[in-house]
Protein backbone atom coordinates (compact mmCIF):
# COMPACT_ATOMS: atom_id res chain seq x y z
CA UNK A 1 0.00 0.00 0.00
CA UNK A 2 1.15 3.54 -0.83
CA UNK A 3 0.40 5.85 2.50
CA UNK A 4 0.29 9.79 3.18
CA UNK A 5 2.62 11.43 6.07
CA UNK A 6 3.24 14.97 5.74
CA UNK A 7 2.81 15.66 2.00
CA UNK A 8 4.60 12.61 1.19
CA UNK A 9 3.62 9.47 -0.33
CA UNK A 10 5.71 5.97 0.98
CA UNK A 11 5.35 2.92 0.69
CA UNK A 12 3.57 2.07 4.02
CA UNK A 13 6.84 -0.42 5.50
CA UNK A 14 8.76 3.32 5.09
CA UNK A 15 6.47 5.64 6.60
CA UNK A 16 6.78 7.02 10.50
CA UNK A 17 5.64 9.14 12.81
CA UNK A 18 7.83 10.07 15.56
CA UNK A 19 7.70 8.94 18.90
CA UNK A 20 6.75 12.25 20.89
CA UNK A 21 4.00 12.69 18.30
CA UNK A 22 1.01 14.20 20.59
CA UNK A 23 -0.97 11.58 19.28
CA UNK A 24 1.08 8.88 20.17
CA UNK A 25 1.12 10.36 23.55
CA UNK A 26 -1.90 12.25 24.40
CA UNK A 27 -4.43 10.71 21.70
CA UNK A 28 -4.28 14.10 21.22
CA UNK A 29 -5.52 14.25 17.46
CA UNK A 30 -8.79 13.87 15.17
CA UNK A 31 -9.87 11.95 12.19
CA UNK A 32 -12.21 11.12 9.51
CA UNK A 33 -13.54 8.38 7.49
CA UNK A 34 -14.64 8.61 4.15
CA UNK A 35 -15.72 5.86 2.48
CA UNK A 36 -15.25 4.84 -1.19
CA UNK A 37 -17.86 2.91 -3.76
CA UNK A 38 -16.42 2.16 -7.19
CA UNK A 39 -13.78 4.45 -6.30
CA UNK A 40 -16.19 7.65 -5.31
CA UNK A 41 -15.58 9.37 -2.33
CA UNK A 42 -18.70 9.70 -0.42
CA UNK A 43 -19.86 13.10 1.62
CA UNK A 44 -16.50 14.38 1.57
CA UNK A 45 -17.35 17.77 1.74
CA UNK A 46 -19.28 17.20 4.94
CA UNK A 47 -16.67 14.90 6.27
CA UNK A 48 -14.15 18.36 5.28
CA UNK A 49 -16.28 19.90 7.20
CA UNK A 50 -16.23 18.07 10.78
CA UNK A 51 -12.76 17.80 10.28
CA UNK A 52 -12.47 21.99 10.86
CA UNK A 53 -14.78 21.32 13.37
CA UNK A 54 -13.31 19.02 15.24
CA UNK A 55 -9.49 20.79 14.99
CA UNK A 56 -11.56 24.06 15.48
CA UNK A 57 -12.35 22.84 18.81
CA UNK A 58 -9.21 21.60 20.16
CA UNK A 59 -6.94 24.96 18.57
CA UNK A 60 -5.17 22.59 15.94
CA UNK A 61 -4.28 24.60 12.81
CA UNK A 62 -5.86 23.03 9.80
CA UNK A 63 -2.67 22.31 8.11
CA UNK A 64 -4.05 21.89 4.40
CA UNK A 65 -6.49 23.26 2.33
CA UNK A 66 -10.13 21.06 1.39
CA UNK A 67 -8.68 20.62 -2.60
CA UNK A 68 -4.84 19.62 -0.83
CA UNK A 69 -7.23 16.83 1.08
CA UNK A 70 -9.57 15.72 -1.89
CA UNK A 71 -5.90 15.25 -4.05
CA UNK A 72 -4.72 13.16 -1.46
CA UNK A 73 -7.86 10.96 -1.19
CA UNK A 74 -7.97 10.84 -4.87
CA UNK A 75 -4.57 10.31 -5.44
CA UNK A 76 -3.99 7.33 -2.45
CA UNK A 77 -7.63 5.52 -4.18
CA UNK A 78 -6.08 5.86 -7.58
CA UNK A 79 -2.35 4.72 -6.27
CA UNK A 80 -4.17 1.59 -4.18
CA UNK A 81 -6.75 1.04 -7.30
CA UNK A 82 -9.18 1.48 -4.49
CA UNK A 83 -12.63 0.65 -6.24
CA UNK A 84 -15.02 0.08 -2.45
CA UNK A 85 -13.48 0.68 1.19
CA UNK A 86 -12.18 3.83 2.49
CA UNK A 87 -9.88 6.54 3.35
CA UNK A 88 -9.00 7.05 7.02
CA UNK A 89 -7.78 10.43 7.62
CA UNK A 90 -5.89 11.75 10.95
CA UNK A 91 -4.30 15.31 11.87
CA UNK A 92 -2.45 15.64 15.10
CA UNK A 93 -1.07 18.44 17.55
CA UNK A 94 2.14 16.83 15.88
CA UNK A 95 5.78 16.36 17.27
CA UNK A 96 6.90 18.95 20.12
CA UNK A 97 10.22 16.65 20.76
CA UNK A 98 9.33 15.88 23.97
CA UNK A 99 6.59 15.09 26.39
CA UNK A 100 4.30 17.66 27.96
CA UNK A 101 0.90 17.96 29.06
CA UNK A 102 0.96 22.05 27.82
CA UNK A 103 -0.10 22.20 23.73
CA UNK A 104 3.85 23.01 22.03
CA UNK A 105 4.33 26.35 20.52
CA UNK A 106 2.08 27.26 17.22
CA UNK A 107 5.00 26.70 15.00
CA UNK A 108 4.86 23.17 15.21
CA UNK A 109 3.36 21.50 12.77
CA UNK A 110 0.86 19.17 12.62
CA UNK A 111 0.94 15.57 11.50
CA UNK A 112 -1.23 13.83 8.62
CA UNK A 113 -1.38 10.80 7.72
CA UNK A 114 -3.49 9.06 5.47
CA UNK A 115 -4.36 5.35 4.32
CA UNK A 116 -6.76 3.56 2.33
CA UNK A 117 -8.27 -0.25 3.30
CA UNK A 118 -9.80 -1.71 0.83
CA UNK A 119 -13.18 -3.45 1.32
CA UNK A 120 -14.40 -5.23 -1.81
CA UNK A 121 -18.03 -5.37 -1.32
CA UNK A 122 -18.89 -2.93 0.85
CA UNK A 123 -22.25 -1.84 -0.14
CA UNK A 124 -23.38 -5.97 -0.46
CA UNK A 125 -22.50 -7.00 3.50
CA UNK A 126 -24.34 -9.60 4.29
CA UNK A 127 -24.97 -7.95 7.56
CA UNK A 128 -27.48 -5.97 5.67
CA UNK A 129 -29.65 -8.47 5.21
CA UNK A 130 -29.36 -10.37 8.57
CA UNK A 131 -28.95 -7.34 10.92
CA UNK A 132 -26.84 -6.26 13.58
CA UNK A 133 -27.73 -8.00 17.50
CA UNK A 134 -26.75 -5.25 19.70
CA UNK A 135 -25.79 -4.90 23.65
CA UNK A 136 -25.83 -2.00 25.90
CA UNK A 137 -23.08 -0.65 27.97
CA UNK A 138 -22.75 2.57 30.49
CA UNK A 139 -20.86 5.40 28.28
CA UNK A 140 -17.96 5.75 30.08
CA UNK A 141 -16.04 8.56 27.42
CA UNK A 142 -15.47 11.71 28.17
CA UNK A 143 -17.79 14.81 27.42
CA UNK A 144 -16.83 16.14 24.32
CA UNK A 145 -17.84 12.88 22.12
CA UNK A 146 -18.97 16.08 19.21
CA UNK A 147 -14.84 16.18 18.69
CA UNK A 148 -13.62 13.10 16.28
CA UNK A 149 -10.64 12.35 18.61
CA UNK A 150 -8.62 9.56 18.12
CA UNK A 151 -9.07 8.42 21.81
CA UNK A 152 -10.64 5.37 21.21
CA UNK A 153 -10.10 2.93 24.23
CA UNK A 154 -13.32 3.11 25.25
CA UNK A 155 -15.47 2.44 21.87
CA UNK A 156 -12.83 -0.58 21.59
CA UNK A 157 -13.52 -1.56 24.94
CA UNK A 158 -17.39 -1.79 24.29
CA UNK A 159 -17.13 -3.66 20.94
CA UNK A 160 -14.73 -6.65 22.68
CA UNK A 161 -17.20 -6.43 25.42
CA UNK A 162 -19.68 -6.90 22.28
CA UNK A 163 -18.24 -9.52 20.89
CA UNK A 164 -17.69 -11.53 23.98
CA UNK A 165 -21.30 -11.85 24.58
CA UNK A 166 -22.20 -12.76 21.31
CA UNK A 167 -23.34 -9.40 19.66
CA UNK A 168 -21.90 -7.46 16.59
CA UNK A 169 -22.10 -3.83 18.52
CA UNK A 170 -22.50 -1.96 21.59
CA UNK A 171 -25.19 0.72 21.69
CA UNK A 172 -23.73 3.46 24.90
CA UNK A 173 -26.09 4.54 27.04
CA UNK A 174 -25.88 7.48 29.94
CA UNK A 175 -28.89 7.93 32.76
CA UNK A 176 -30.71 5.43 31.16
CA UNK A 177 -30.90 6.87 27.14
CA UNK A 178 -28.97 5.53 24.27
CA UNK A 179 -26.28 7.95 23.46
CA UNK A 180 -24.93 5.97 19.98
CA UNK A 181 -23.37 3.32 19.40
CA UNK A 182 -19.54 2.14 19.52
CA UNK A 183 -18.42 3.95 16.05
CA UNK A 184 -22.32 4.81 14.53
CA UNK A 185 -25.42 6.75 15.59
CA UNK A 186 -28.16 4.36 16.73
CA UNK A 187 -31.85 4.98 15.32
CA UNK A 188 -35.59 3.14 16.33
CA UNK A 189 -38.64 3.01 13.93
CA UNK A 190 -42.01 3.39 15.99
CA UNK A 191 -45.50 3.53 14.44
CA UNK A 192 -43.26 5.00 11.01
CA UNK A 193 -41.86 7.43 12.79
CA UNK A 194 -37.86 7.43 12.67
CA UNK A 195 -36.08 8.39 16.25
CA UNK A 196 -32.55 9.42 16.81
CA UNK A 197 -30.95 11.43 19.43
CA UNK A 198 -30.53 15.08 19.15
CA UNK A 199 -27.68 16.77 18.25
CA UNK A 200 -25.12 18.18 20.92
CA UNK A 201 -21.43 17.47 22.93
CA UNK A 202 -23.03 14.11 23.97
CA UNK A 203 -22.62 12.55 20.38
CA UNK A 204 -20.14 12.64 17.36
CA UNK A 205 -22.59 14.71 14.69
CA UNK A 206 -22.47 12.07 11.69
CA UNK A 207 -22.32 12.94 8.25
CA UNK A 208 -24.17 9.60 7.66
CA UNK A 209 -26.58 10.77 9.52
CA UNK A 210 -27.36 13.94 7.99
CA UNK A 211 -27.22 12.95 4.98
CA UNK A 212 -29.79 9.93 5.71
CA UNK A 213 -32.58 12.56 7.73
CA UNK A 214 -32.30 14.67 4.94
CA UNK A 215 -33.30 11.56 2.54
CA UNK A 216 -35.83 10.32 4.87
CA UNK A 217 -37.38 13.79 4.96
CA UNK A 218 -37.06 14.11 1.28
CA UNK A 219 -39.13 10.34 1.47
CA UNK A 220 -42.03 12.03 3.80
CA UNK A 221 -40.98 9.89 6.45
CA UNK A 222 -41.33 11.29 9.59
CA UNK A 223 -38.11 12.16 12.11
CA UNK A 224 -38.21 12.75 15.61
CA UNK A 225 -34.70 13.91 17.19
CA UNK A 226 -34.90 13.12 21.10
CA UNK A 227 -33.34 10.37 23.15
CA UNK A 228 -34.53 6.95 23.77
CA UNK A 229 -34.24 4.24 26.08
CA UNK A 230 -33.28 0.78 25.75
CA UNK A 231 -36.62 -0.47 26.96
CA UNK A 232 -37.79 1.80 24.25
CA UNK A 233 -35.68 0.25 21.27
CA UNK A 234 -36.30 -2.93 22.33
CA UNK A 235 -40.04 -2.36 21.97
CA UNK A 236 -39.83 -0.40 18.94
CA UNK A 237 -40.71 -1.98 15.07
CA UNK A 238 -37.21 -1.30 13.85
CA UNK A 239 -33.74 -0.36 14.75
CA UNK A 240 -30.41 0.43 13.33
CA UNK A 241 -27.36 2.23 12.76
CA UNK A 242 -25.35 4.85 10.31
CA UNK A 243 -21.97 5.28 9.58
CA UNK A 244 -19.83 5.99 6.77
CA UNK A 245 -18.18 2.21 6.59
CA UNK A 246 -22.08 0.41 7.96
CA UNK A 247 -23.79 3.38 5.97
CA UNK A 248 -27.60 2.25 7.05
CA UNK A 249 -27.46 -1.21 8.97
CA UNK A 250 -29.80 -2.90 10.52
CA UNK A 251 -30.61 -4.07 14.14
CA UNK A 252 -32.57 -6.80 14.84
CA UNK A 253 -31.95 -7.76 18.23
CA UNK A 254 -31.35 -5.32 21.60
CA UNK A 255 -29.83 -7.46 24.76
CA UNK A 256 -31.17 -10.47 23.78
CA UNK A 257 -34.68 -9.11 22.60
CA UNK A 258 -35.81 -9.33 19.44
CA UNK A 259 -36.76 -5.33 18.08
CA UNK A 260 -39.95 -6.31 15.96
CA UNK A 261 -40.14 -9.22 14.14
CA UNK A 262 -36.32 -9.95 15.18
CA UNK A 263 -35.88 -9.61 11.11
CA UNK A 264 -34.52 -6.56 9.34
CA UNK A 265 -36.93 -3.59 8.91
CA UNK A 266 -38.71 -2.45 6.19
CA UNK A 267 -37.71 1.34 6.75
CA UNK A 268 -34.26 0.32 7.45
CA UNK A 269 -33.24 -1.12 4.28
CA UNK A 270 -35.39 1.30 2.64
CA UNK A 271 -32.88 3.83 3.82
CA UNK A 272 -30.10 1.64 3.01
CA UNK A 273 -30.70 1.68 -0.66
CA UNK A 274 -32.01 4.89 -1.05
CA UNK A 275 -28.39 6.10 0.56
CA UNK A 276 -26.31 3.58 -1.51
CA UNK A 277 -28.61 4.45 -4.72
CA UNK A 278 -27.71 8.41 -3.91
CA UNK A 279 -23.50 7.67 -3.43
CA UNK A 280 -23.43 6.13 -7.08
N1 LIG B 1 -17.05 6.21 13.05
N2 LIG B 1 -20.60 7.98 16.24
C1 LIG B 1 -19.34 7.60 16.48
C2 LIG B 1 -18.88 7.48 17.88
C3 LIG B 1 -18.47 7.33 15.39
O1 LIG B 1 -17.20 6.97 15.63
C4 LIG B 1 -18.95 7.43 14.06
C5 LIG B 1 -18.06 7.17 12.86
C6 LIG B 1 -20.29 7.81 13.87
C7 LIG B 1 -20.89 7.96 12.49
O2 LIG B 1 -20.36 9.10 11.84
P1 LIG B 1 -20.26 9.16 10.25
O3 LIG B 1 -21.64 8.89 9.74
O4 LIG B 1 -19.81 10.55 9.97
O5 LIG B 1 -19.29 8.11 9.85
C8 LIG B 1 -21.08 8.08 14.98
C9 LIG B 1 -16.12 5.94 11.97
C10 LIG B 1 -16.76 5.36 10.76
C11 LIG B 1 -14.99 5.10 12.51
O6 LIG B 1 -14.59 5.36 13.64
O7 LIG B 1 -14.49 4.21 11.81
Excluded: C
Amino acid sequence: RTVYVNGEYLPEDQASVSIFDRGFLMADGVYEVVSVLNGKLLDFDGHMARLQRSLAALEIANPLAENEYLDAHRALVDRNAISDGLVYLQVTRGNPGDRDFAYPSEDTPPTVVMFTQAKPGLADAPAATTGWKIVSVEDLRWGRRDIKTVQLLYPSMAKMEAKSRGADDAWLTEDGFVTEGTSNNAYIVKDGVIVTRELSHDILHGITRAAVLRFAAEAQMKVEERSFTIAEAQEADEAFVTSASAFVMPVVEIDGKPVGTGKVGAIATRLREIYLEESR
